[in-house]
């Protein structure tokens, strides 16, 4: 399955903002939460999403959906699963995300998220950042 995960990561981002799972699912604060779709009786993978909590936050450092099955609620699915899961052990979700990535911000924002702020380069020469926080109930 993780092998899955990379080849969609590899596809859809470029090589300077690869996640290394190998490294990242090594530490015990990181979770990797997979979407299966079950089409014609076979199983493929739709998404998935990497998260780690840190004290009482939770990062939410991936979220990538297969191309061809986007725009069908998978990536609004696993954050509500994400929201599930931490549940009451934290106080908010954090993610930084491209300025440019407009399809991921009208997610964040559909999902609850507010702009905090912006950093400048973050991603490299004119591409700025924008840091994102969901509150949850506690
Ligand atoms: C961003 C991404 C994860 C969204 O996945 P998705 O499964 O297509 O999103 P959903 O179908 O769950 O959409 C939920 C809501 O997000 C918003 N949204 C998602 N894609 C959108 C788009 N292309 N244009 C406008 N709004 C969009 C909509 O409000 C949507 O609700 P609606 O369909 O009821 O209008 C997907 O486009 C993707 O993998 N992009 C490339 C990777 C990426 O940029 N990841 C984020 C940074 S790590």
Redesign the pocket.
């Known amino acids: 399955m993780v092998s899955k995960v990379k080849s969609i990561e590899k596809r859809?981002?470029p090589r300077s903002?690869a996640l290394d799972f190998d490294a990242e699912l090594k530490k015990c604060n990181t979770t990797l939460l997979v979407a299966t779709l079950n089409r014609e009786s076979r199983e493929k993978l739709?998404?998935y999403c990497v998260f780690a909590r840190v004290r009482r936050d939770v990062l939410?450092?991936?979220?990538?959906?297969?191309?061809d099955?986007?725009?069908?609620?998978?990536?609004?699915?696993?954050?509500q699963h994400v929201r599930q899961t931490v549940g009451q052990k934290s106080d908010k979700i954090i993610?930084w995300?491209?300025e440019a990535?407009?399809?991921?911000r009208?997610?964040y924002?559909?999902?609850g998220f507010a702009e905090l702020e912006t950093c400048l380069d973050y991603y490299g020469p004119g591409r700025h950042g924008l840091k994102m926080i969901l509150k949850l109930a506690t």
Request: net charge positive; aromatic share 6%.
């Open positions: 859809s981002f903002e739709g998404g939410l450092h991936k979220i990538c959906v297969e191309e099955v986007r725009r069908q609620g998978i990536a609004y699915a696993m954050i993610l995300v491209d990535r407009l399809p991921a009208k997610l924002e559909r999902c």
